[in-house]
């Protein structure tokens, strides 16, 4: 019996994810060697030139989004996720596979999930206190959700986006842009 071909509309991409030192960048060095693909980091301090202490960047074989800015530079999880959108499209355009090889979870889930898009800010909390505690205590009770006290970024990020929206983060979330892999 003949097997049915099988069309794939999207190109394939692999995820090799996983903790520090656990083998991610040996396999992923054995795939290049065997598959037609190229390496992608998905590694938060990779990025960085001249922080190769304790970053274990692959000495022996070449990865796309590693050094890519300068130490003294912002660099979001958002542009990560466009950075690696465009280089998986490019390799996809060019026939191979996009092997993502990484330990930075949060990459790998705005790869897959998409980012939620806030408005911007108009009211910005500088100064974090009591009054603030209070605020979050009220709101993520009414709203069901947990933001835990010693979270102060997190804390101050949710205060703002209520303050200028009149709505709760997690209305964000549920409305995340979630693109298609290229």
Request: aromatic share 12%; charged share 25%; hydrophobic share 40%.
């Amino acid at each position: 019996m003949k097997k049915p071909n099988i069309i794939i509309n999207k190109p394939i991409a692999i995820f090799l994810m996983g903790t520090t030192a656990s083998g991610k960048t040996k396999l992923a060095i054995k795939l290049k060697k065997i598959l037609n693909c190229e390496l992608i980091s998905v590694d938060s301090a990779m990025v960085y030139r001249n922080m190769d202490i304790g970053t274990a960047k692959p000495k022996n074989i070449y990865h796309e989004l590693i050094d890519i800015i300068n130490p003294t530079e912002k660099y979001s999880a958002w542009e990560f996720r466009k950075d690696a959108l465009k280089v998986m499209t490019k390799t996809s355009k060019l026939g191979k596979i996009p092997i993502l090889v990484g330990g930075t979870m949060f990459y790998f889930k705005i790869l897959l999930e998409g980012l939620a898009t806030i408005p911007l800010k108009q009211y910005k909390i500088n100064k974090y206190n009591k009054y603030c505690l209070f605020f979050k205590n009220k709101l993520t009770k009414k709203n069901k959700i947990t933001i835990y006290n010693n979270d102060i970024y997190r804390i101050k990020r949710f205060l703002e986006v209520y303050l200028n929206t009149d709505k709760i983060i997690n209305y964000f979330w549920e409305k995340k842009n979630k693109e298609n892999f290229p």
